[in-house]
């Protein structure tokens, strides 16, 4: 029995740590919905309204309700790329992405033109049947008039509001072009379209601005008693994507954040909320699975007490998350370009690292040069979390942001690299491959427990105008994650005995899981699923040799044990609290799992086309093969020298592939891992290359101690 214990203890505290990740995932209860208090919601439109419109001059009414209210920002995602205004009401109607825009996407919208068939009050669309049949092809599954649907009696004024207001059958129970008395209480849903305000001159935008304000004076003085009043920006008018303004006035919306189910972030909304916003205040039920978005409700934390302060902020988010598209797409250019380039300088290094058995036939190379490659190889592995830590400062504030962004990532890759560089300069081959990835991981663990406040709009995080994700752990957050978790974990377990590395790996491996997986944290239950694959990959190659059936099929088997573990918790979440995982399962059980395969697929697709990461992944993938892997490369030395590197490396693949295949993102979880490790690899080949021949001499043995 002490024999059997002494032999199994490791595996035994392996499945405990792994246990323990599971546990940490367990769901956060569900959101109190708001108790219902109006009895009217008016929805009112301006398409294109952003928070840089909103000042107490030029918009007083705007301006008190944002006093009065609660307010956001609102992030206008809907089925097509770029949102128009159509598609932004029809969102709206649909309560789930919608597309209503015909034709490819273009830099500018073109206008808003609606057929409408007006009675004396009501009126009809004739094209809804084909919208709506156009929107069911899709694999979003929105049913325009969803919202309509769930009230005995809406209003509509405006064209883009008789869009949202329409019926599957194309009805409109109340219609007029303009505001007319009496209008407002007549059905207790009520849609106004207050036009447009388009382009990028400040005068034009401030005329705009006025005619729609003085227009919602008159809706606020005419608003019935026990009534909510939302303002919306619904929509973006060309390529430049933005965050817009939401607002909401009335019982249960008197100051405040705006949050919602789908956004898990105090300030952040999305269209696709306000249609189940609207029912939940007037107490009608959700329908179901149409809807795709949550109720909003308020949050009281954080938002300054002085309405422009508060407003500041929400135009200083939208000017981040304008500007990181652009400078994160030309970061990681120029990262990707940078690094190959190194990968390619180092070549020379690699085949002349190594002494030849026989007299020399080179000269060797000198060490600054070696030193110099070291330096500059630390650098490339720093720059991804360097990125994360440089929105620490403003620059998206200052006059050339995508130079300031450069600047202060350079100067924080600088300080790092000088740190790692000299405390690693004479220690063993993996020292710089474990504290790299481990600074790695805990710079986005950081963020993560202090609210993700630097991945939210960041180069290295996620665009709130993109609308994939507004909290927790992101794309290049999780690659990083996964990095640390396995590699770093690697080089801790080198350090113990063969039989104690598989305990070392999981335990780390299951804290990596619950900073991904927990709803408090990371909330990527997917992410930790593949994270959890993958350590039990490493675990079963971590006392050396290659993953054999044997070990395969034990891995596979823990990793579905876990896995299993992870999407029954899922189902037990709230539905806006459930991952990819589950949704899923759900999906799969009312057949119509094909609908959200065919969306994965598609974003994989498009990812991989688009994103400067894959040509990371490719040119990784080709210089692991005809560089590294030469008998001169080094990678075979330092995998049969360091068996839990080898086994990091081979989970990490695994981990990476799994979470981008199933998230949408192609190579990207990949690349994010890969920009931060191979640097870090080909570091550790010059090293072990540089001691793979020992060349002291044995020590001289007199004739006289010979003979004797």
């Not at 004024?157 to 008789?162: D, E, K, L, N, Q």
């Not at 107490?283 to 934390?301: E, K, N, V």
């Not at 806006?576 to 094909?594: F, H, K, N, P, Y």
Request: net charge positive; proline share 6%; with cysteine.
């Amino acid at each position: 029995m002490r024999l059997w214990l002494h032999r199994f203890s490791p595996a035994l505290l392996a499945l405990l740590a792994g246990l323990a990740g599971v546990a940490g995932l367990i769901p956060r209860p569900a959101a109190v919905p708001a108790q219902p208090t109006a009895d009217y919601v008016i929805v009112v439109g301006v398409a294109g309204l952003r928070w840089d419109d909103v000042n107490a001059s030029d918009t007083p009414a705007m301006w008190q309700m944002a006093q009065g209210g609660a307010i956001g920002a609102l992030s206008v995602r809907s089925a097509r790329r770029i949102t128009c205004a159509g598609d932004g009401w029809l969102t709206l109607g649909s309560g789930n992405f919608a597309i209503y825009t015909p034709g490819a996407v273009t830099p500018v919208c073109p206008g808003l033109n609606v057929s409408i068939n007006q009675n004396v009050t009501s009126a009809t669309l004739p094209d809804q049947s084909d919208i709506v049949t156009r929107n069911r092809n899709l694999h979003w599954g929105a049913q325009p008039g969803a919202l309509a649907e769930g009230v005995r009696c809406t209003t509509a004024i405006g064209p883009g509001a008789a869009l949202a207001a329409a019926r599957p059958y194309g009805r409109v129970d109340r219609y007029s072009e303009g505001l007319d008395d009496g209008q407002l209480d007549s059905c207790a849903l009520t849609l106004v379209d207050l036009g447009e305000i388009a382009g990028d001159d400040p005068v034009s935008r401030a005329t705009d601005a006025r005619r729609a304000d003085a227009a919602l004076a008159g809706i606020l003085a005419a608003r019935p008693e026990h009534s909510v009043v939302v303002l919306a920006g619904l929509s973006d008018l060309d390529a430049t994507s933005r965050l817009h303004v939401a607002i909401a006035q009335g019982p249960g919306f008197t100051g405040g954040w705006l949050t919602s189910p789908s956004t898990s972030r105090p300030g952040y909304i999305q269209v696709v909320d306000l249609a189940p916003t609207a029912l939940a205040a007037l107490d009608r039920p959700l329908p179901g699975r149409l809807f795709a978005g949550g109720a909003a409700s308020t949050s009281a934390s954080g938002r300054p007490a002085d309405v422009a302060a508060a407003v500041s902020r929400l135009a200083d988010a939208d000017r981040e998350a304008s500007i990181q598209r652009r400078v994160g797409t030309n970061f990681f250019t120029t990262l990707v370009v940078a690094e190959l380039l190194l990968f390619l300088a180092v070549v020379p290094l690699l085949q002349r690292a190594r002494r030849p058995a026989g007299p020399l036939t080179h000269k060797p190379i000198p060490r600054a040069v070696v030193r110099a490659a070291e330096v500059l190889l630390i650098a490339a592995s720093l720059a991804v979390p360097a990125a994360l830590v440089a929105d620490l400062l403003p620059w998206w504030r200052w006059s050339g942001p995508g130079l300031g962004f450069g600047g202060v990532t350079l100067a924080v890759t600088g300080v790092a690299t000088f740190a790692i560089a000299f405390l690693s300069r004479r220690s063993r081959a993996i020292a710089p491959l474990g504290g790299v990835a481990a600074v790695a991981a805990l710079a986005v663990a950081f963020d993560v427990l202090t609210g993700s406040r630097l991945q939210l709009n960041g180069v290295a995080g996620y665009s709130a105008v993109v609308g994939g994700r507004y909290a927790g752990v992101g794309v290049i957050g999780l690659g990083l994650l996964v990095t640390g978790a396995l590699l770093g974990g690697a080089a801790l377990a080198q350090r113990f005995e063969r039989r104690w590395r598989p305990f070392v790996m999981a335990v780390i491996g299951a804290v990596g899981v619950v900073v991904i997986g927990s709803p408090y944290l990371g909330a990527d239950a997917s992410g930790a699923v593949a994270l959890t694959a993958g350590m039990c990959v490493a675990a079963a190659m971590a006392i050396g040799g290659w993953l054999t059936i044997t070990r395969l099929l034990w891995a596979a088997a823990a990793a579905l044990f876990v896995s299993s573990g992870f999407a029954i918790l899922d189902l037990f979440r709230p539905e806006e609290q459930r991952s990819s995982v589950g949704r899923l399962l759900v999906r799969t059980q009312d057949g119509t799992a094909g609908f959200i395969a065919r969306r994965i697929a598609e974003a994989d697709v498009v990812t991989t086309v688009t994103s400067p990461l894959t040509v990371l992944v490719l040119g990784c993938v080709l210089y692991a093969t005809f560089v590294l892997l030469r008998d001169w490369g080094g990678l075979r030395r330092l995998l049969g020298v360091f068996p839990p590197v080898r086994a990091a490396l081979s989970g990490l693949v695994v981990a990476c592939l799994l979470a981008g295949v199933v998230e949408g993102v192609s190579f990207n979880v990949l690349g994010a891992a890969l920009a931060t490790a191979l640097p870090l690899v080909v570091l550790s080949c010059l090293r072990v290359l540089e001691h793979a021949d020992d060349r002291t001499p044995a020590p001289r043995v007199s004739e006289a101690a010979l003979e004797s």
